[in-house]
């Protein structure tokens, strides 16, 4: 079992940032790929990115492309995402998730692939 910690999650104002953290505990060794997907409201789930423990491949929504980024720290088994040029639509409950197989490119965007889940963070955004 892999237990997942979100933190870092708050108020901001648009344009500003926030580095969410998801601590991983237990059994850390077998997670492939770690990501991090968000809820606004009244809407689906979604995909906002993901890393590959091993060899740190990035993967991004085309939503937040050049905004946030998403990095680990195997020492400490944490992933961060830092998220800068915030938007009011940014505002959600985001959520980490690991997975423990390997997961062919196409489906790390996909919820359903992955294992283990966060309990959430909520991001707000003020306009």
């Known amino acids: 079992q892999v237990q997942l910690v979100e933190s870092g999650g708050g108020l901001v104002q648009t344009g500003g940032s926030l580095r969410l953290s998801c601590a991983a505990s237990g059994r850390t060794s077998t997670t492939y790929t770690t990501g991090w997907f968000r809820q606004a409201p009244g809407k689906e789930r979604e995909f906002v990115a993901a890393i590959r423990w091993s060899g740190g491949i990035t993967y991004y929504a085309d939503s937040v492309k050049g905004r946030f980024t998403i990095s680990r720290d195997n020492a400490k088994n944490t992933v961060y995402l830092q998220m800068n040029s915030l938007k009011p639509e940014d505002t959600a409950v985001y959520y980490c998730?690991?997975?423990?197989?390997?997961?062919?490119?196409?489906?790390?965007?996909?919820?359903?692939?992955?294992?283990?889940w966060g309990q959430g963070t909520q991001v707000t955004v003020s306009s």
């Open positions: 998730a690991a997975v423990s197989s390997p997961t062919p490119a196409p489906l790390v965007r996909v919820g359903v692939r992955y294992d283990y």
